[in-house]
């Protein structure tokens, strides 16, 4: 639905005001990371935000990816907490191998 209503476009704008932290909390607790694509590429945005608390939320949400252990988490969600962790002193490399 995202792709076919071009909802994409409005969730990518509401991420880039920074005085709209409930909307981006709400897309951190509500989107199914799981299926890829545009909620994913959200989620890394939300992991690398200026806000500490969303960036904490953002993260906890990871962790419960890992605790439900979706079946393709290891391809898309372990690169993400590599770079959530690690930040930018992590080759990135690492994370793929």
């Known amino acids: 639905l995202m792709e076919r209503y071009h909802l994409d476009r409005g ?18 607790t509500s989107m199914d990371f799981n299926r890829g694509g545009h909620a ?11 806000d500490v608390s969303l960036r ?3 993260t ?7 605790r439900h252990s979706p079946e393709d988490f290891a391809t898309w969600g372990i690169s993400m907490l590599c770079e959530q962790v690690g930040g930018v ?5 690492f994370c793929l191998a």
């Open 11 to 28: 969730l990518y704008s509401i991420l880039n005001t920074r005085s709209r932290s409930d909307l981006h909390r709400i897309m951190v």
């Open 60 to 66: 906890q949400s990871l962790a419960e990816w890992v």
């Open 40 to 50: 994913r590429v959200i989620l890394q945005r939300l992991l690398s935000h200026e």
């Open 89 to 93: 002193w992590i080759n990135p490399g």
């Open 56 to 58: 904490e939320l953002s």
